[in-house]
């Protein structure tokens, strides 16, 4: 059995919507060309393990698992620090090609793994699938990464029903969603459910970012719709809020945080949503305003969705795209498909600026897209100072624009 050619599929980082969609298809069109497909759980980390879980697939398998949310070879975050690379796992089972999916920390971890294996005189290639809800990824002519457009679908389910609790309640929501760097997921749900305020981190281009400016963003907007006697709403802020927001915020902010071993506030274990609507209470209460509002969390309900009809195409793509890039002989690239359909490829060196980082790509807030949007949300500007007296001292401190531009 170790004498027939075989791939090797592994998924880094969390999950994302059509993860099986690409292992499906990678399965597939290896089988028919008479390869074994194995698939590796627990990602790189099985990679340095001496007993390796390893799932060899069929067709029925494969075939079961095309639309399925969630990943059929587990996941993990391990990256390798001196670890021991285990070379039998790819000589044993005479390993052509190292399949990646994940983002660029996966990508580049892969290039090393085959560089090394090349000095061991183990020669195989690696191809990598570029996967982020975040949409992050600067991919050329910002086409999505997949699972972005299933994980919005089901955050924009989500931000229905509450947009609708809402309105039956005639109460607000604070809601979070995901997004390390960038607000692409947290832009298209707000924007897909006509929500009356969100904050991304990318609105803060020509400001400081502060807890007190989002606070006052969020009751601008529940001030602008008193005024027109709109008594709800739903505020979504995306977590990348937090990750830019300077230590010295999150120091005084009077949350009890965890910390790495780096000394850096471990975000996830904390709601981003039930801190925020804290602390708008607090603020609201400062003010006399009787509003109830509550935290919702768009967090793992995302991630593990089943895909969409988009990412399933896409995805087949992708993973037909693996085995075209093969056969053409290439390795250490990331599979991309265009518009048209077009697969090509795409080298990290490619995306990585003079510093060897690849910058996030963000969501631009300049564009004409971003700025009716923007236009479609409700906050207080210049005019509605007067009308806003009646519920703000200073109402030219919530100003929406000014706020933004760093004025107040």
Known sequence: ??????????????????????????????????????????????????????????????????????????????KPGNEKINTRLFSDNNVKLLVSIGGDDTASTANRITGYLSKENISISNIHVPKT???????????????????????????????EDARTSQNWFVMSTMGR?????????????????????????????????????????????????????????????????????????????TYDDHGHPELGNVSKSHIFNMLVQVKLKELGIHIKSRPVELGYELRCCR???????LCTLLGLGVKKLFAQGLSGCIVTANSRGEVTPLFLEDLQGEDGKIAPRLVNVDSEFARLCFQNMHYIEEGDYEAAKA????????DFNKILSGEV
């Open 1 to 78: 059995m170790a004498s027939k050619k075989s791939i090797l599929i592994i998924c880094g980082g969390g999950p994302a919507p059509g993860i099986n969609a690409v292992i499906s298809t990678v399965a597939k069109i290896f089988l028919k060309d008479g390869y074994r497909v194995l698939g590796l759980h627990e990602g790189f980390k099985g990679i340095f393990s001496e007993r390796p879980q390893i799932k060899e697939f069929d067709f029925a398998h494969a075939d079961r698992i095309f639309s399925r949310g969630g990943s059929t070879l587990i996941m993990s975050r391990f």
């Open 133 to 163: 809800i975040d949409n992050d990824l600067p991919l050329p002519d910002r086409n999505p990464t997949f699972g972005f457009h299933s994980a919005k679908d089901e955050g924009v389910r989500i931000g229905n029903t509450t947009y």
């Open 181 to 257: 760097s960038a607000g692409h997921l947290a832009f298209g749900i707000a924007t897909s459910c006509h929500f009356p305020m969100m904050v991304i981190p990318e609105m803060f281009n020509r400001t400081p970012i502060t807890f007190d400016k989002v606070v006052r963003l969020i009751i601008s907007s529940i001030v602008k719709r008193k005024i027109e006697n709109i008594n709800y709403g739903v505020a979504l802020v995306s977590e990348g809020v937090f990750h830019i927001m300077p230590d010295s915020e999150l120091d005084h902010c009077g949350i009890n945080f």
């Open 307 to 313: 895909p969409i009809g988009f990412d399933l195409t």
């Open 391 to 398: 519920y703000l001292p200073d109402p030219e401190s919530y």
